[in-house]
């Protein structure tokens, strides 16, 4: 065995529970960074599944604008883009369907239904979007088809029933494999019903046709930057545009959780590094004699800093041998407490493991580093007995400018232009060097406290003037490396509570809509908007009128030689419209935009059809059909996140196709006035509070049938238990890692403690009493957790204005740096309660031996 | 064993520390000579220089001017790794406090250079056992230092000091923490080790009942070799009287 190893052997072995402290830090640093990246994975896990039920799973998809059908080549063009890890093709028509054995009603009539079909590729189709049966099975054959209850009422069929397609020529034998969970809305929705691609093909005589195809891309790819640089591949025709889902900003959102994971990891073990450092440079200060007898005998610098590395390499492997299987244990625990806030299950990360083995043998040679040097650095001279001595204020000045200039250089990378390398110099340069920088610079805020603040404290605990202060200036890098390690718990905390509370207003809180909605596809009449209006359970009503119209005098969406198609005009009362929902102004703004909708004379468009359709605020259009035509000045652009996910809900997702390229919005009043449509499709509706959404439901659709109703309430409800449950996860590990750090400070407090033994002799000689040493070390303690509390804090908010930057640069998502003050609060009081506790082994170090043990054990070291 | 010619010769050394802001000349000038092995004292009082030489000649520092030949090699202007490698193998050093490594047996502290030199294990523990042996500690081997008495403890740094069969064997106040019937058997031990293995020891000590077991005594005195004298019967209190120390 090579020397190092037998003096890095040596040096492990002789401190038995230092070096388990050591192994136990890294150990909780694996196991955090484990159960966090689990966590991070199980929480994106449920938000996909909750969105996918919702928007479905398509990052991207291919339409035509105006349902028209297209070549299934298209299809394997597709699949063949290189980001593009799934591709399915949909067709949609419709059939007619009978029962095999012609089976009739009581009445003597052939049951019949024509059921919008949608043709799919069964096999991929999962992959895009839940498939809830409420009877039967998933198909497994060719011919198995899924019908919705409004089919399967029409026929009164139920799974296992054989149908046929009626059609010109040889029927086509249909089997129904089982219901689908569809939202119910009889008087509203035709029947629908899900078959094979392929069959569809046959039956409805559209070989080889598609009228869309849904995208997955591969992870880490970009799904605007994929639509813009293949938009040129696709057909004139078509449309290539990013999914609903995309759109309302949910997958940045997962994108910014996992930027928060890497930020999570690095600062998890960097604070187990910072551990590591300091404990390893108290154990050389305090081993220094040893290593300098090492020295005399002829030991070289080198072996004595290979030996500390080996050391820490040492302290690493096993830490993470240790740490790993415990986080998988940690993560399960975490499943068990959140798993109703966590309906996706409990995920694994394999990324996190491997961060995790990585990132330890990381913090134990990182953290190895400044204590190999130290002993490299320890004269054989200093075997003739050395005590203690203060650093020279050189030193100190030398640290702060190193601190500073750590500081600086995340300050510089974050000038970097490109948002993407921002953020990869960020992660892996910027963020360790900002750590490492606050970390040192702990120790020049260490002597401000020594200095301001420790006076207070000897007069509140009764310690002889200067005692405190010169007892943590004698060792003051000591002291402050030991703050530094507390403060990684606190700035996990307060950027992490910084960025979710403005994520919750900011964002979240703008996600706003109805509580409610009423939908009828043939239109809500006046006299049910009234009915409704006028339920005493009803608060507040808008409604929407829909309709298709036609833009004259300018070729719109760029499309030569085609004649301007139909837009969709949506019919609002402006003021209960802006009132009930949270709009994104592209363009213009409600003071300007409001007026203009309520004399008629403006409309405001979606945000594409401005930055797609070459039309800008103040331009003209001219709406109408051949009868009746006026035309409007556009006075404003909006989209809405909101409004994304409640369009779904009601499956109409055709109308929203529609809207998100070619949508209108204009008063009501002038829908009625000037095209004579009196009809709402869909009334969103705000409720009293003390209302139950189910009682609601049943009430509006008894006195108005026909009209199906929903809640919003709902929705919003299970949004934000999904980012509560996010925040409860952050929560637990910043204050995961304030414990890990006070356990590892303690035990360092305990050999700072155990090197000082020689002076505490002296102290208890000259006849300094117990009790005075007690309030001694625990007035250190106070310092130290009061500079980690501090250094943490300042840590905390510089971190979250990087996340604030990075959310906004890579994720799209507003974020502001906001003061978390209560949980701030809380984790000074945690901090400060637990290094307090921490240093009571300390403490009995100290008192339990009589002056002139301390004396003997503290000379010879 | 033949010992090279001159074993320690020192022309014109000179040290000078740091205290605080002022510096502080420790060695003016010495000039020393020792030509044949035996045992050797180097006496003078606190704050003489007598440490300072010591540690020059045992590697642990260097000179700011002269020359140092210790072994028949000249160590001043060695580069750090050579130093480091004299120390090991071709000097030893005893120290008042003992100096052992508290987590390693008694045959671990007497290996170390060896294991620091790479030399395999079964070899290391014969060398060591060996030494022990000779020195009377076979026996505790096995043993930690705290579970030593101060006598048995020194030994085991001898044991360490002579592992590599150095020429040159540097002991600063060995007995500084002994008591006076356990000092008087480590001069005896030094003594005859200086004579069977032709060692040349060179003691540091204030002590005149140390130096009348040496062969040549060297005074130091403000940072200079003031006189040097044989020992050659004298006692404890002429020793004294010639070096005009008072007793401790």
Redesign the interface.
Known sequence: M??SW?LAR?WL??KPWRLAMMIGAVTLACALVVAVSCAVASVRQSLDKGLTSFLGAADARIIHPFNGRFSVDLLETVRAWPEVALATGRLGSSLTLVHADQRRNAEGELLRSTPNALGVEFENEVEFRPMELVEGQSPREANDILLDPIAAEELKAKAGDALEVQRFGEPIALRVAGVLQRPRLPAVQRPFIELDRHVLEEAAGHTNELTSILIIVKDGVDVMRFCEAHKGDVPETLSLEPSDRIRAGFDRQADASRLGFIVASMLTFMSASFIIVTAMTTSVAQRQ??MA?????????G?LFASQILAGLIISIVGAILGIPLGIGLTGLLYWYYSDMLPGGLAIAPLGLELALLGAIAAGVIGALYPAWLASHV???Q???VQARPPRRRSLFIALGLALALITLQLLLFQIPDPSQRFFWYAYVGLPSLQAGYFIVAVPVMFIAAILIAPLLEAIMRLPAGMLRQSVLATLFRHGFTAGALMVGIAILVSSWSNAQSLLNDWLGKIKFADAFAYRAMGITPQQQKIINELPFVEQTCPLAYLPVRVFDRQIFGIRGIAPPNVTLFGFDPDRFLAMNSLDWYAGSPESALPRLRDGSGVIVADRFLTTQQVQLGDKLKLGSSRVQKEYEIVGSVSSAGLDIVTQLFGIRSQYTEMSISAVFIAFSEVERTFDNHDALMMQVNLKPDVDDEQATKAVEKAVPGVSFRSGRAIMKEINEIAVGAMAVNTTVAFAALILASLGVGNIILANIHGRRYEYGVLRAVGGQRGLLVRLILGEAVLIALAGATVGTSLGLHLAAIGAANYRDLAGLPVRVVVPWLPTLSGWLALLALTVLASWPGIRAAIKPNPSALLAGGR?G | MTAPAATVRVRGVKKEYALGDRRVAALRGVDLEITEPGFYAIMGPSGSGK?TLL?LL?A??RPDAGEIEVGGERIDQLP??DL??F???RIG?V?Q?F??????SALDNVT??A????VAAHERQAMGLKLLHALGLHHRSSHRPDALSGGEQQRVAIA?ALLFEPSVLLA?EPTGNLDSHTSQQMWTLLKSLAAERRLTVLMVTHEPSAAVHCRRVFVIRDGRIETSFDVDGLDAAELATRTQLARR
């Open positions: 090579p020397p037998r040596n072995a002789g004699r040893e007898v090492t020295r005399c005998v002829g030991a070289s610098r072996q004269s054989p001279l075997a003739m007995g010879h | 440490s540690h045992a642990l520092d750090e790794r480091t490698l120390r090991r193998r050093i120290f406090q100096n052992l490594i508290s987590t390693l170390l250079p294991m620091l030199d790479g360490r600063d």
